[in-house]
């Protein structure tokens, strides 16, 4: 078997490594996945980087938690996989062509879903939807703000808002997205151009403010997003992609009731319960199966060239996920 580690904190691209292991073993409870599609999220990058803050425990390490691939050994006690099924194992450490997973981790695949598209099913989506309906109560017809709106999980709050109701104000950083987010279900399109970003989000609504905002970004741009919020609306903050702690007057929590909270999609699939797992698993088959979870994929590169795809995964202006494949490798 294959899989990328890296030993210590840095640049991905300089310290991620392909590293070679004799295939392992099932034990009881547990099958053997061979992987074929594997996600690169910005997350990944962050945590490579050592600036994610839940960085692993210990070193060297794999990234990865999106992942789809093909059981090809079970352990004893298997009663539910056989060889041959199709899933998608949760956890980390997914950047590798083999992986061994409790049974009750590797739930299947959506039958004759595309590989691709099933293997980005349950973080991107997951967050998008669980961000909108258990976050704080909204109702058809409220305004949710969100940035980094051009990114995947921001089209996917976009669908799913327009869906439930909801309108969005989306923020991105450079022209020529509007089309693009219009066809996704956008209602309004922000440029940030810098400290007038508040204001321009109070415009693009019509002097509704947004009860909840959507912050992928942290920084100063928590800030502008607390600031066009209604009193006692709240900010979640789900990435951290200017490396920089989220940032917010006092002048709004205190005297505007802002309320600033975090949303991490590994925390809540820690902390629920069955019903609450199987209600978003059924969520998200259903959506997939409709063709609503579709993401664009900009490039696919085997894992041997893991150091290209995450220099092109950090790339700006890039329109697309990136994948790794566990197949065609050479």
């Not at 969005?168 to 509007?178: A, E, I, K, Q, S």
């Not at 002097?207 to 928590?222: E, I, K, N």
């Amino acid at each position: 078997m294959r899989r990328v580690i890296f030993r210590r904190h840095g640049p991905p691209a300089e310290v991620l490594e392909l590293v070679e292991a004799p295939d392992p073993a099932p034990g009881p409870g547990e099958v053997r996945v061979r992987l074929r599609v594997m996600t690169i999220n910005p997350a990944d990058l962050l945590s490579i980087e050592g600036r994610y803050g839940a960085e692993p425990l210990s070193l060297p390490a794999t990234p990865g938690v999106g992942a789809w691939g093909v059981v090809d050994a079970v352990g004893d006690d298997v009663t539910r996989l056989v060889p041959g099924d199709a899933v998608l194992p949760v956890g980390g450490g997914l950047w590798a062509d083999t992986v061994v997973v409790p049974e009750r981790m590797a739930p299947p695949a959506p039958p004759g879903a595309d590989p691709e598209q099933a293997a980005m099913m349950r973080a991107n989506p997951a967050t998008a939807e669980l961000m909108l309906t258990s976050l704080t109560a909204l109702s058809p017809g409220d305004w949710v703000v969100q940035n980094a709106a051009n990114s995947a999980v921001g089209r996917l709050v976009i669908r799913f808002a327009r869906a439930k109701g909801l309108r969005t104000v989306n923020v991105v950083r450079r022209d020529g997205l509007r089309d693009s987010l219009a066809a996704e279900g956008a209602d309004a399109v922000v440029v940030d151009e810098g400290p007038d970003l508040a204001a321009a989000i109070r415009a693009a609504t019509g002097g509704t403010p947004p009860r909840l905002a959507l912050d992928a970004v942290g920084g100063t741009a928590t800030a502008a997003l607390a600031a066009a919020l209604a009193p006692g609306g709240t900010v979640a903050v789900y990435g951290l992609l200017s490396g920089e702690d989220s940032r917010v007057p006092a002048r709004d929590l205190v005297f505007r009731d802002i309320r600033l909270r975090g949303f991490w999609l590994a925390q809540w699939y820690a902390e629920a319960s069955p019903d609450q797992m199987r209600d978003l698993h059924r969520f998200l088959v259903a959506e997939l199966e409709a063709g609503h979870l579709h993401t664009a994929v900009a490039a696919r590169y085997p894992l041997s060239r893991v150091r290209e795809a995450v220099t092109h995964a950090a790339r700006a202006g890039r329109d697309g996920k990136i994948l790794l494949t566990g197949e065609h490798d050479a």
